[in-house]
């Protein structure tokens, strides 16, 4: 199956909390933007989210950090595509070198993933 990747850098203005830590549901948001663009590209249309069934936050999330998340369909049915969803940390700031500091990782840190499932209604598919 054919995979998805977005990549973006987490603002000032994604910080919700103390010590500028990501909430998590900014990498659901990042997830239906994926699935979205997944339904496109299979069915000719955005379709809609139906639900997650697993989703896991394994490491925090800070402004300034960038972000891949990537999906793909697994699984297909007449309307419904279950799909899985990983977000990784591929840049991160480096404050204490300078403002403007940042580290590429040789080895992303994996954020978030879930397992989640879209509906295309078979009159909206043009595939």
């Known amino acids: 199956m054919e995979k998805v990747m977005i990549r973006l850098r987490m603002s000032s203005h994604d910080a919700h ?21 997944l339904l496109i590209r299979r069915d000719g249309d955005e379709g809609l989210f139906a639900g997650y069934e697993n989703v896991e936050f394994l490491a925090p999330v800070y402004a300034g950090d960038f972000i891949e998340a990537v999906g793909e369909i697994i699984k ?30 040789e080895e992303p840190i994996v954020v978030c993933r879930a397992v ?4 295309t209604p078979k009159k909206s598919q043009r595939k």
């Open 17 to 37: 909390y103390g010590g500028n830590l990501v909430d998590g549901a900014k990498m659901l948001q990042l997830f239906g933007d994926v699935a979205t663009e």
């Open 76 to 105: 297909e049915g007449n309307s419904s595509r279950k799909m899985t969803f990983e977000a990784r940390k591929v840049i991160v700031p480096r404050t204490d070198i300078s403002d403007s500091a940042a580290d590429f990782l």
């Open 116 to 119: 989640g499932t879209c509906v």
